[in-house]
């Protein structure tokens, strides 16, 4: 079946660090992958689209400066979090989405999530 | 604001017993329905998925339920065990077109299973 890759799992790091966060589909191209972050205990909040070859849509309120993501290929796409504070602190997750021929039945695969703890 | 509301948002069943979570959606653009499953510190895990043009899809001890109507849809547990405590959230989807937000999920907040011995 479909994997998607997350790296690092975990990250501590003092405040005002730069941290990249790898997401490879394994055994697809994905065009299309997503980043959410989410809080203890609560539902996963979108954050960005990552389209292969072209800026990520950055949903309301997530600041692009801040979350820098790349999608230079068919099957990676990082997330940086530039100048991290603690507040910064959560858990992010990635997905990735498998395109092809009738492939509205596609669905969603995620990655195994980044723990992400700024000191 | 798009959204989908769950609940319960917590659920103790006896093991063997039916665990029942409900969903309610307001877009009717909504066609993808897919429930995930998520142990703590993973990731999401797509366990089922249902479109509307079907009432019920059943897999294994997992069953969604979808009224399309009431434009609501829900999860069935048959006969739950302990490892199958988890959080389980629902979803929604557009799919098919190639605007923006397409193909993206739409969470509920989430509900948290416990089935005890």
């Known amino acids: 079946g479909a994997v998607v890759s997350q790296h690092p799992s975990r990250v501590i790091c003092k405040s005002g660090t730069s941290v990249k966060i790898e997401c490879r589909s394994l055994?697809?191209?994905?065009?299309?992958m997503f980043w959410y972050r989410q809080f203890p205990k609560k539902s996963l909040m979108l954050m960005a689209t990552s389209n292969e070859g072209s800026k990520a849509t950055y949903e309301q309120g997530v600041e692009k400066d801040k979350f820098l993501i790349n999608h230079a290929s068919l099957t990676l796409s990082t997330l940086t979090v530039t100048s991290a504070h603690p507040e910064d602190s959560s858990f992010y997750i990635c997905?990735?989405?498998?395109?092809?021929?009738?492939?509205?039945?596609?669905?969603?695969?995620f990655g195994d999530g980044t723990r992400l703890s700024i000191l | 604001q798009q959204q989908v509301k769950q609940s319960p948002q917590s659920l103790i069943v006896q093991k063997g017993g039916i665990s029942i979570i409900n969903c309610a959606y307001e877009n009717t653009a909504f066609d993808y329905f897919p429930w995930y499953q998520q142990f703590p510190g993973k990731g999401p895990a797509l366990l089922i998925a249902i479109r509307p043009d079907v009432s019920e899809k059943k897999e294994g001890r997992f069953t969604i339920s979808f009224n399309k109507s009431a434009k609501q849809f829900s999860l069935h547990i048959m006969d739950s065990q302990p490892g199958d405590s988890a959080t389980y959230f629902c979803a929604a989807s557009r799919t098919g077109y190639s605007g923006a937000g397409s193909y993206q999920l739409t969470f509920g907040k989430g509900t948290k299973l416990s089935v005890i011995p």
């Open positions: 055994d697809f191209q994905a065009t299309t």
């Open positions: 997905s990735a989405r498998r395109p092809g021929l009738g492939d509205s039945n596609q669905p969603q695969h």
